[in-house]
């Protein structure tokens, strides 16, 4: 089943950024939110990490024709944490300002590879430090900065038949067992369908 039109870009805002930034850590964001619980998680391990996040649509969705013009607001959050070794202290802010210049002219480029979406370049994009990003993480001092612009999608009339496997979810997963009823291959496996309310 074919991603959204959301999904699909945020899978290539990251695709792109790996391309342009190797070796950094460039993962997707469930959430609009960075929070201080999500430097452990991103930066347990490494020194900088980025995440790409779909914000929300702050301006009116408005409908043109049969298609919806959605301004769709995405944020790269840029989390980075002082590093040291014997020789010197490398800062948070360093390592932040050293990709900052690359992030910016990606986001500009518009180099997304989303197929045969159709979308605006991205417009109002902007760099800032965000509240909330100094934090003592695992002894560290931490940075967040944010990078974040608008950009309009044209999502075209909905086809019948798209969303219905949506409604109908069919969810597998492996159950701990209890130690007193072990199956041999130690697993049990169970299925539940979800019907969503349609209406």
């Not at 360093?94 to 986001?107: S, Y």
């Not at 909330?132 to 075209?156: D, F, H, N, R, Y």
Request: hydrophobic share 40%; with cysteine; glycine share 4%.
């Amino acid at each position: 089943m074919a991603d959204s039109q959301i999904l699909a870009l945020r899978k290539a805002i990251v695709k792109r950024l790996q391309e342009k930034l190797p070796g950094v850590n460039v993962e997707e964001h469930r959430r609009a939110k960075f929070d201080p619980r999500d430097f452990d998680r991103c930066l347990k391990d490494r020194a900088l990490a980025l995440r790409v996040a779909f914000v929300g649509t702050p301006e009116d969705v408005q409908l043109s024709s049969n298609d919806v013009d959605a301004p769709e607001a995405w944020a790269i959050y840029i989390a980075a944490k002082d590093v040291a070794d014997e020789q010197r202290t490398i800062h948070r802010d360093e390592t932040i300002f050293e990709v900052l210049p690359t992030i910016l002219r990606t986001v500009c480029s518009n180099g997304w590879d989303v197929g045969d979406i159709e979308m605006s370049k991205p417009m109002k994009v902007r760099s800032a430090e965000l509240d909330g990003g100094e934090a003592e993480t695992s002894a560290k001092s931490t940075m967040l900065w944010g990078v974040s612009w608008l950009q309009v999608a044209c999502i075209p009339p909905e086809q019948d038949g798209d969303i219905r496997p949506f409604l109908t979810l069919i969810t597998k997963y492996d159950l701990t067992p209890n130690e007193d009823s072990v199956p041999e291959d130690r697993t049990f496996e169970a299925e539940d369908t979800i019907t969503l309310p349609q209406g």
